[in-house]
């Protein structure tokens, strides 16, 4: 049973950095492929990066492209989402999730494909 455990939410200020980090446990690391996704007040639940089990292939939405940078330890069995020149608009719950995949490098960017789920770290961007 694998099981998600998210850190690093806060309160941060427009244009400053957080870093979310995301421990599995339950289950080989690496044959998990990641995600990051998030949902603000009232809207549904979207996108945000992704990471293939191998760490060499990922993807982001294009509103955080170029600001959020996604990796992964599987030493560590752990994922991170580094976010950085934050907006109001990136605030939110963000949660992890894991897909059990057999192809190193694939990434999933739609939730219907995550089996497992984290409860969530709150990120609250002021203006």
């Known amino acids: 049973q694998v099981q998600l455990v998210e850190s690093g939410g806060g309160l941060v200020q427009a244009g400053g950095s957080l870093r979310l980090s995301c421990a599995a446990s339950g289950l080989t690391f690496s044959v998990l492929s990641m995600g990051w996704f998030r949902q603000a007040p009232g809207k549904g639940r979207e996108f945000v990066a992704a990471?293939?089990?191998?760490?060499?292939?990922?993807s982001y939405a294009d509103s955080v492209k170029g600001r959020f940078t996604v990796s992964r330890d599987n030493a560590k069995n752990t994922v991170y989402l580094q976010m950085t020149s934050l907006k109001p608009d990136d605030t939110g719950v963000y949660y992890c999730?894991?897909?059990?995949?057999?192809?190193?490098?694939?990434?999933?960017?739609?939730?219907?494909?995550?089996?497992?789920w984290g409860q969530g770290t709150q990120v609250t961007v002021s203006s």
């Open positions: 999730a894991a897909d059990f995949v057999l192809d190193r490098n694939r990434v999933e960017v739609t939730s219907q494909s995550y089996d497992k």
């Open positions: 990471i293939s089990r191998s760490g060499g292939v990922t």
